[in-house]
T-cell receptor
Framework: KQEVTQIPAALSVPEGENLVLNCSFTDSAIYNLQWFRQDPGKGLTSLLLIQSSQREQTSGRLNASLDKSSGRSTLYIAASQPGDSATYLC??????????FGPGTRLSVLP | GAVVSQHPSRVICKSGTSVKIECRSLDFQATTMFWYRQFPKQSLMLMATSNEGSKATYEQGVEKDKFLINHASLTLSTLTVTSAHPEDSSFYIC????????????????FGPGTRLTVL
């Protein structure tokens, strides 16, 4: 059974810092991995989708990497802004199975 | 990206009543739709998976007679919480997975904005 963990659980940084959020999964036979952002009381916004054959994806200030062999993905946020404050969730999709979500990392970017 | 809508966004009801939540994929066809529940400060928990035209598959511990799911078309799924009780109060989020080859068709999963259910 796939298990997904995220470290750290919460993070507070000053504006402008570069930061890394970590996601680990136990079953490396994944189909894809998605990073989401969730604002308080809101739904999920998809940030980046990495297929199992890819090693990284980039969108603006965001870069997500995937290392299937070690069961890890990282989300790199460059030049963080207060508007980046949210909970970041990674979700892993295994072949023939459904998404398994990590518990999330609550990010606060202080002005 | 593709858009998934949910209606209503917020509902307050009395204990014992039934509540229906709609989930629509607005600009793509979804082979599969998912219903999640999220309690405060917790991650999403999958409740059930539905494929168009067939019965939903429920996760362990989710009562299918209480949470009725209908997936009548490739763009619409509904979740009905029957005889709702205060412990059913939660944030319900639906998700739709696109058909390969259609808009957003790389098997990516798109999420609705969620429905906040409060049962008094």
């Amino acid at each position: 059974k796939q298990e997904v963990t995220q470290i750290p659980a919460a993070l507070s940084v000053p504006e402008g810092e570069n930061l890394v959020l970590n996601c680990s999964f136990t079953d490396s036979a994944i189909y894809n991995l998605q990073w989401f952002r969730q604002d308080p009381g809101k739904g999920l916004t998809s940030l980046l989708l990495i297929q199992s054959s890819q090693r990284e994806q980039t969108s603006g200030r965001l870069n997500a990497s995937l290392d299937k062999s070690s069961g890890r993905s990282t989300l790199y946020i460059a030049a963080s802004q207060p508007g980046d404050s949210a909970t970041y969730l990674c979700a892993v999709h295994n072949y023939g199975q459904n998404f398994v979500f990590g518990p999330g990392t609550r990010l606060s970017v202080l002005p | 990206g593709a858009v998934v809508s949910q209606h209503p966004s917020r509902v307050i009801c009395k204990s014992g009543t039934s509540v229906k939540i709609e989930c629509r994929s607005l600009d793509f066809q979804a082979t599969t739709m998912f219903w999640y529940r999220q309690f405060p400060k917790q991650s999403l928990m999958l409740m059930a998976t539905s494929n168009e035209g067939s019965k939903a598959t429920y996760e362990q511990g989710v009562e299918k007679d209480k949470f009725l799911i209908n997936h009548a078309s490739l763009t619409l799924s509904t979740l009905t919480v029957t005889s709702a009780h205060p412990e059913d109060s939660s944030f319900y989020i639906c998700s739709a997975r696109s058909l390969l080859g259609t808009s957003g068709g790389n098997n990516e999963q798109f999420f609705g904005p969620g429905t906040r259910l409060t049962v008094l």
